[in-house]
């Protein structure tokens, strides 16, 4: 079981920067792939960067290419986004996602969220 916890959220201008970070509780950090998804008001969740267990390899959605940055902390348990050049429709609720498969099984955690307003 993992327990994620976001923060970092609030209101920004555009233009502005902020920095997300997710917490994680429980065993075996290192072992899932972290992604940063998010959701506007009447639009699906969608993937906006992925970070692999090692931290060797990211993927992100290409609006978002060039302006967020998704690392990784094994040791503190904690993934981060940093998000730069924000614009009004990068306006969403950001969730921390855990992932990994193992032995046939999927083992899929979701945060809480935490809203990201910019205003333009």
């Known amino acids: 079981q993992v327990q994620l916890v976001e923060s970092g959220g609030g209101l920004v201008q555009a233009g502005g920067s902020l920095r997300l970070s997710c917490a994680a509780s429980?065993?075996?950090?290192?072992?899932?792939?972290m992604g940063w998804f998010r959701q506007a008001p009447g639009k699906e969740r969608e993937l906006v960067a992925a970070?692999?267990?090692?931290?060797?390899?990211?993927n992100y959605v290409d609006s978002v290419k060039g302006r967020f940055t998704i690392s990784r902390d094994n040791a503190k348990n904690t993934v981060y986004l940093q998000m730069n050049s924000l614009k009004s429709e990068d306006t969403a609720v950001y969730y921390c996602?855990?992932?990994?498969?193992?032995?046939?099984?999927?083992?899929?955690?979701w945060g809480q969220g935490t809203q990201v307003t910019v205003s333009s």
């Open positions: 429980g065993r075996h950090f290192s072992s899932y792939v």
């Open positions: 970070i692999t267990r090692g931290g060797g390899s990211t």
């Open positions: 996602n855990a992932l990994k498969v193992e032995s046939g099984y999927e083992y899929d955690y």
